[in-house]
Every structure is written in structure tokens, then in C-alpha cells.
């Protein structure tokens, strides 16, 4: 994948003085099974509170559609979107939830937290 850095763009958060929750859910993420080349579906869930900047949607959406031919396994993918989050915003809080879809009968959700108010 290109630099995240090239495609994901932030803006200023309005309400730097107050606390405040943003949720985006990615229902369609895909990746590729580094083992099997088989698709991997799942629903990523990002949870985040601002600090001074904002992600801008349509380019998380083309950020997160990089993965859809990279065989990546899934712990790998959620924490390296997890980091160039934190990166890229430095928010108070944020959370990533990657649950995926069932394969062999096994569902697997891999989720990363950081929460600034606990360091």
C-alpha cells in the first residue's frame, strides 16, 4: 500500500474544548487471507474522540479500499490502521473494533484501544 500520509486527509476540529464521540462504521472492508488468497470480509468500527483534528470521510473510505488486494492477516491490518490513526489524528481517545466474518465456522474481532486521559 502507498503512503496512508498521500491519501487520508484530516480537518480542524471545530470543538477542540469538548469532549465528543465520533463512530464510523465500515460495513464492506476487505483484504485478502496471506495463506489462502481467499477475501476477508468484516466490519470495521472506529470510535474516537477529537483532540485538534478530524478524519475526513471519502478519504478514509479510499484509504481502507487499499487493503481490498493486500493479503494481510487480520491482526496486522486492524493494528496498522489503528497506528496511522493515531498518527494522523493524535485523538483523545480511539478504539478499533475488526470483527470479521465467519470462515470455518471461526469469527474473529481484533480490537485496539488507546485512551490519552489513562496515560
Given amino acids: 500500500m502507498s503512503d496512508p500520509r498521500a491519501i487520508l486527509e484530516t480537518f480542524e476540529n471545530q470543538f477542540p474544548g469538548r469532549d465528543y464521540v465520533i463512530e464510523i462504521v465500515c460495513p464492506e472492508f476487505t483484504s485478502v487471507c496471506p495463506m489462502t488468497g481467499q477475501p476477508d470480509f468484516g466490519t470495521l468500527t472506529i470510535t474516537y474522540t477529537p483532540d485538534r483534528t478530524c ?5 478514509l473510505k479510499l484509504y481502507l479500499q487499499g ?7 487480520y491482526e496486522n491490518v486492524t493494528n496498522r ?5 493515531m498518527e494522523m489524528l493524535k485523538p483523545r481517545r480511539l478504539k478499533l473494533a475488526a470483527a470479521f ?3 470455518g465456522g471461526i469469527s474473529t474481532t481484533v480490537t ?3 485512551d490519552s486521559a489513562a496515560d
Avoid at 478524519?55 to 478519504?59: A, F, I, R, T
Avoid at 490502521?81 to 490513526?85: A, K, M, Q, S, T
Fill in 81 to 85: 490502521i489503528f497506528d496511522v490513526l
Fill in 112 to 114: 485496539v484501544s488507546h
Fill in 101 to 103: 466474518t465467519p470462515r
Fill in 67 to 73: 487493503f481490498r488486494n493486500e493479503g494481510i492477516f
Fill in 55 to 59: 478524519v475526513e470521510l471519502k478519504s
